[in-house]
């Protein structure tokens, strides 16, 4: 899949969980979301993004399965995910402002804002 590099027209609520503090959507959509998927307009700041993107969301290969509960992946990155979180009940991410613990990075920043 070819990419085209043109500033990205969408934007999207998730992206929020992602930025660090004092960023905002917009800043970072002008500055950094410049490659865009050509099957559903989703914008990523890295080419690489895109692929894995295309790879995970649309052509959806499940190929690297679990084997503890035979869950099948798209990517090694997912399968590690899904092992530490399911498996290994790892939760790296720790709150500053209180004893919560979260298996993601997004998941922490959705527990601040809601919580703090």
């Keep these: 899949m070819s990419t085209n590099q043109a500033p990205c027209p969408l934007s999207y609520a998730f992206d929020a969980l992602m930025l660090p503090p004092g960023v ?4 970072t ?3 950094k979301m410049t490659y865009t998927c050509k099957l559903c ?5 890295r080419n690489s993004n895109v692929k894995r993107h ?10 690297y399965e679990c084997e503890h509960c ?3 992946f798209s990517t090694k990155r997912n399968l ?3 092992k530490q979180a399911v498996h290994e009940k790892k939760k790296p ?3 500053d402002e209180c004893d919560y613990q979260g298996q993601e990075q997004w998941i922490l920043n959705s527990h601040k804002r809601r919580k703090h």
């Design 54 to 63: 295309v790879k995970e969301v649309h052509v959806n290969l499940r190929i």
């Design 70 to 72: 035979f869950s099948d």
């Design 24 to 27: 905002s959507i917009e800043k």
């Design 41 to 45: 307009g989703a914008c990523f700041a």
């Design 93 to 95: 991410w720790s709150c």
């Design 29 to 31: 959509k002008r500055s």
């Design 80 to 82: 590690l995910r899904h």
